[in-house]
């Protein structure tokens, strides 16, 4: 089948809605209830057991509780959303009880070069959350590169991949990273004791497979995933959504994420993750290095290449900068066994400090 192409008219359409507030897709949770926290802990692999003893959630968990701050994009119908990343700005740790709710707005439109489908549109949103007292708890920009679909896979910027083969040793060492991982919990990371340059302790995640996927949907809520009636009715109100499978049956484009075939036709040389759990990954590798009485402020991830099933994705973390009043700048890194980095970024965490 042929898809959609990015027409002028489409592109203005989607420019004039710049600066206006988005209808809000139903959200997959609303309140920071234990169970949803607990949820998004399991479906991210985050085993801190900080998380439900102290009623605190995982603060990436702002992902579950929004469709746009998680990739969900309006306009240019049947034109790829790639998801590029996103820039979480925390005002307070979300608590368990917590009920917030974003809003949205598209900011200005980038259009970009692009080495996969020859252009991109680079669609940002801003979502800011705020709580029942009126009070915001944090806000973040998200954004999506749309890109034709027919393009990509004609311009075949991604060679064939098999699937990594994993030998004894291979899992041995990923068994073994996953026993070793090291939380800091409740004893407190002083600032002054941290030195520039330093090193996070690395954590491994994966290897990424449909199960993993599945778990991690679990928790975050996906996009477009519906049953029986209530996916003809997501399909018949927006029908560029609804690409018929290999049985003539309409499924959404989300399926690029378990069905290699799709993935393909979108110029993806197999299925692949969803971005925002790479973003949570990094999340996560923070808050085991900060502590209990450490708080994330800013995260800010660029997802850079595909991380396809059967990937193992190793994360890491160095100091870049202590500033002043307890704040540490890190730098963030997702490697995959290929030594290729698929995700990159950086965090502000505020750390205690020792008493005079």
Not at 94 to 99: F, M, W
Not at 155 to 169: C, F, K, N, Q, T
Not at 312 to 324: D, L, N, Q, S
Request: proline content about 7%.
């Amino acid at each position: 089948m042929k898809f959609p192409t990015i027409t002028p008219d489409a592109l203005a359409a989607l420019r004039a809605r710049v600066g206006r507030e988005v209808p809000r897709p139903e959200p997959y949770i609303e309140v920071a209830t234990r169970d949803a926290i607990r949820h998004w802990a399991h479906g991210i692999g985050d085993r801190n057991p900080h998380w439900t003893a102290a009623g605190m959630a995982p603060p990436t968990i702002l992902f579950a509780m929004d469709r746009i701050v998680s990739g969900y994009v309006g306009g240019l119908p049947g034109i790829h959303a790639m998801y590029g990343g996103t820039e979480f700005r925390w005002r307070r740790p979300i608590r368990e009880g917590d009920r917030l709710v974003g809003t949205s707005a598209l900011l200005p439109l980038e259009e970009k070069p692009s080495q996969f489908a020859r252009r991109a549109i680079k669609q940002t949103y801003r979502t800011t959350f705020v709580d029942d007292a009126g009070a915001v708890a944090a806000d973040a920009d998200s954004w999506c590169f749309r890109t034709e679909r027919d393009t990509a896979r004609e311009r075949g910027r991604y060679a064939p991949v098999e699937p990594h083969r994993y030998s004894d040793a291979e899992l041995a060492r990923i068994r073994d990273a996953y026993r070793a991982e090291s939380i800091r919990g409740a004893t407190p990371r002083y600032w002054e004791d941290v030195k520039d340059g330093e090193p996070l302790p690395e954590i491994v995640k994966g290897p990424l497979t449909v199960t993993s996927i599945i778990a991690f949907v679990q928790g975050w809520g996906s996009l477009y995933v519906r049953a029986h009636g209530l996916a003809f009715d997501l399909f018949e109100r927006h029908p560029a959504l609804a690409i018929p499978n290999a049985f003539a049956v309409p499924e959404p484009p989300e399926r690029v994420h378990w069905d290699d075939a799709l993935a393909r036709a979108v110029g993806v040389p197999a299925a692949y993750d969803y971005g925002p759990e790479r973003v949570a990954w990094l999340g996560h590798i923070v808050t085991n290095w900060m502590g209990d009485a450490g708080v994330l402020a800013r995260l800010a991830v660029q997802v850079r290449r595909h991380n396809l099933i059967g990937d193992t994705t190793w994360c890491r973390g160095r100091v870049r900068a202590r500033g002043a009043d307890g704040q540490v700048t890190l730098e963030l890194q997702a490697v995959n066994q290929r030594e290729e980095t698929i995700a990159a970024g950086e965090a502000t965490v505020m750390l205690p400090r020792r008493l005079a």
